[in-house]
């Protein structure tokens, strides 16, 4: 726990869009158990989405919405969400698109998002 713990610490230390309290936004989402916010610094070049699995027993999977023009993606154009506590990189297209987070693996993703 106390890895997990210092790992965040150090991804809001290395994102400005974590470092402040305002400038938040919440994501459209087809499951009631995900929670999916987003943040950016003000430039809008540090763009950062996280997808929290509010239940802590069961997978839970959903279809959130990305809102792309807020966030200077042009539609049809492929971009990658970088998951910054695995690892784990993935390309995405469009405004909707599908995450499934089982808790006992890891109930969160803090995605970057590159293009």
Known sequence: MRKLIALVNRIRNENPA???TWNIWFAEVQNDQLLCYGKTDDEKE???FVVVNMDPNNTQGGWIKIPLE???IS???DFEMN???TG???KWNGE???VELNPQIFPAHIFRIVQ
């Open 18 to 20: 974590l470092q402040t």
């Open 96 to 98: 909707w698109n599908y």
């Open 88 to 90: 784990n990189k993935f």
């Open 75 to 77: 539609p049809g154009i």
């Open 83 to 85: 998951d910054l506590l």
């Open 70 to 72: 807020e966030l200077g």
């Open 46 to 48: 540090n763009r950062i």
